[in-house]
C-alpha cells in the first residue's frame, strides 16, 4: 500500500478529502447536540457517500448524493420497525442485499444506491435502533451527507472541468444470462446461509457475517474474484483484530484518542482502497474495534467474535458462488480481455480515420478495461495458486496486454499531430493490427481486404509518421505473441 504508485497524488487526495468531510459531519452531528449513536451514523453517512458514489461527472456524482437518502431513510426506518419481528427482519435483510446487488445493472449509479441502502440496515443492527430513535437518525445522515456534499462539490470538487473516463461496461444480457441478475441470486443465498451460521455464533452481532458477505460480493464477477477477495477479508479482518487488542482495548473507549484513532483509519481505509483490499479491511476492522470503544462496549470477546463472524460470512460467500449459478474465472475474463483486445483495434483504426481525440479516449478505456482484466484475473496470478501453468499464462497475458496499452498510449501522443494517420504505411500497418485482433478474437473473416491500389498512392509521408509506425509495429508484435498464450491447450486454459 505504501509504495504504490499514486500518479498526481490522487490516493492521497481522496483520502484527505474523505476525512475533512466525514470529520466535519461527526462534528456537526455533536454540536447539534445529538448523541453519540447518531454522530456514528452521520459519520457513516459521509463516509458511504465519498466511498460509493463514482459516477463519471461531479454533476452525476452530486445527483447521485441527493438520491442517497430518498433509497437509505426508507430502508432504515424498515430495519427499526422489524426490530422486535426478528423472522420478518431476516427476510427484508436478505431481500435488500439482493436487490442492492440487482442494482449493479443501472452503472455507477445503481452500485452506490445499493450499498447505502444495504448499509442502512447494516447501521440499525449496529446501533439496535427502534422507531423512537428514528428522528435523530434522520438528521444525523442528513447532516452527515450535508457535510459530504459540501465538501466534495464546494470546497474541494477536483472533478469539476475534467474529462469523463469512458464507460467500460460488458454488453448486458437478459435474464439469468445478465451477471447482476446472477450475483443478486448468489448474493441473496450467500446472505441468508450468513445470516444463519452468524446467529448460530451469536444472537447479538450476527449481521457481522452478512455484513462479511455482502464486501466480499462487491466489485467482484467470477467465482474466483469471490474467493480470493474472502480470503483477502479474513486476513484483513485478523491483522485488524491484533491491532485493535494493541491499540483500541488499551483506550478504554476514552474519547479523543479514539477519534484520533478513528480519523487514522477512515484516512487509511480510502488512501487503500484501490491498491489493497486486505489493507482497507484491516483499517475497517480497526475502525470498528475503535467505534465500540467509544459507545463503551469494547471487551477481547468482542473482536474475537468479529473474526469468527467475517469467516462464516467468507464460507457463505464461498459455497455460494461455487454452488449458486457460478461464473467461472475464463468466462469473466475472456470477456474482459476481448473488450481490451477491440479497444486496442478502435485505437487503431481512429488513427486510420485522423481521428486524434479518438486515439486518446480508447487509450483511456483500454487503461480501464485492464484494470478489469487484472481484477478478473486476480485468482489465477494469486501466489497461493496451484495452478502454475495457467499462473504463468495469465502473467504473460497481462504482460502483452500491458505492453498494447504502452503502444496505444505512444499512438495516442503522436495522433494529437495533424495528419499524423494519413500515410500509407500507417493505414497497412493499421489494417495489418485489425486483422491480428480478429484473429485473436476468433472473428479472422471479418478482417479488413487489402489497400485498393488507388488509395495507396495516397499524400506524401508525415513527419511524425516513423514514429506512430513505430508504435504500430509494436502493437503487431505484442498481438502476435497473445496468440500462443489466448489459444494454448484448452487443458491449460484461463479457467477456474
Known amino acids: 500500500m505504501f509504495v504504490a504508485p499514486d500518479p498526481g497524488h490522487a490516493r492521497l487526495r481522496f483520502a484527505a478529502r474523505a476525512l475533512l468531510g466525514i470529520s466535519a459531519a461527526v462534528a456537526a452531528v455533536l454540536l447539534a447536540g445529538l448523541p453519540a449513536p447518531a454522530a456514528c451514523a452521520g459519520g457513516l453517512a459521509a463516509l458511504l457517500a465519498f466511498f460509493t458514489v463514482a459516477d463519471p461527472t461531479a454533476r452525476r456524482q452530486a445527483v447521485t448524493t ?3 437518502p430518498a433509497v437509505g431513510l426508507p430502508v432504515l426506518a424498515l430495519a427499526a420497525c422489524l426490530d422486535p419481528h426478528p423472522l420478518l427482519r431476516d427476510a427484508a435483510f436478505v431481500a435488500v442485499v439482493g436487490a442492492g446487488v440487482y442494482a449493479r445493472r443501472w452503472g455507477a449509479r445503481g452500485h452506490a444506491l445499493g450499498v447505502f441502502g444495504f448499509m442502512m440496515f447494516f ?13 435523530e437518525l434522520t ?37 439469468l444470462r445478465r451477471p447482476t441478475t446472477r450475483q443478486a441470486v448468489q448474493a441473496a443465498a450467500a446472505a441468508a446461509a450468513a445470516l444463519a451460521l452468524g446467529e448460530a455464533v451469536s444472537g447479538d452481532r450476527w449481521y457481522w457475517a452478512v455484513a462479511a458477505t455482502w464486501w466480499i460480493f462487491v466489485n ?20 485488524g483484530i491484533a491491532a485493535g487488542f494493541a491499540l483500541a482495548i488499551p483506550l478504554h473507549g476514552a474519547t479523543v484518542p479514539c477519534l484520533l484513532l478513528v ?3 477512515v484516512f487509511g ?13 484491516f483499517f475497517v476492522t480497526v475502525m470498528a474495534g475503535s467505534l465500540y470503544g467509544l459507545l463503551g462496549v469494547l471487551h477481547p470477546g468482542l473482536l474475537v467474535l468479529r473474526l469468527e463472524e467475517t469467516g462464516a460470512g467468507a464460507l457463505s460467500a464461498a ?10 474465472t475464463h468466462a469473466a475474463t475472456d470477456a474482459w480481455i476481448q473488450r481490451a483486445l477491440h479497444a486496442v483495434r478502435d485505437a487503431a483504426a481512429s488513427l486510420e480515420d485522423g481521428h486524434g481525440p479518438a486515439v486518446a479516449v480508447r487509450a483511456a478505456e483500454l487503461d480501464l478495461v485492464l484494470g478489469r482484466v487484472r481484477a478478473s484475473v486476480a485468482p489465477l496470478v494469486h501466489p497461493l495458486s496451484p495452478l502454475r501453468a495457467r499462473r504463468a499464462r495469465a502473467r504473460r497475458v497481462l504482460e502483452l496486454l500491458d505492453a498494447c496499452a504502452h503502444q496505444v498510449r505512444g499512438l495516442a501522443e503522436t495522433a494529437a499531430h495533424p495528419g499524423a494517420g494519413q500515410d500509407e504505411r500507417l493505414r497497412a500497418a493499421v489494417r495489418r493490427v485489425e486483422e491480428a485482433v480478429l484473429r485473436l478474437v476468433g472473428r479472422a473473416g471479418e478482417a479488413p481486404g487489402t489497400v485498393p491500389a488507388a488509395v495507396a498512392a495516397g499524400p506524401a509521408p508525415c513527419p511524425r509518421a516513423d514514429r506512430a509506425l513505430a508504435h504500430l509495429h509494436g502493437l503487431e508484435t505484442a498481438l502476435a505473441d497473445l496468440a500462443a498464450p489466448l489459444h494454448a491447450d484448452p487443458r491449460t486454459a484461463l479457467a477456474s
Open 319 to 328: 459455497l455460494a458462488v461455487l454452488l449458486v449459478l457460478p461464473v467461472t
Open 220 to 239: 467482484t464477477a467470477s467465482r474466483g474474484e469471490t474467493l480470493v477477495r474472502g480470503f483477502r477479508r479474513v486476513l484483513g479482518t485478523a491483522t
Open 263 to 265: 480519523a487514522v483509519c
Open 139 to 175: 438528521a444525523a445522515l442528513a447532516l452527515g451527507l450535508g457535510c459530504a456534499a459540501t465538501v466534495r462539490f464546494g470546497l474541494w470538487c477536483y472533478e469539476r472541468g475534467s474529462v469523463p473516463p469512458p464507460a467500460v461496461d460488458l454488453p448486458q444480457r437478459r435474464g
Open 123 to 135: 447501521v440499525a443492527q449496529f446501533l439496535h435502533a427502534v422507531p423512537g430513535d428514528l428522528p
Open 269 to 281: 481505509i480510502f488512501y487503500s482502497a484501490q491498491v489493497s483490499y486486505s489493507w482497507m479491511t
Open 66 to 68: 441527493a438520491l442517497l
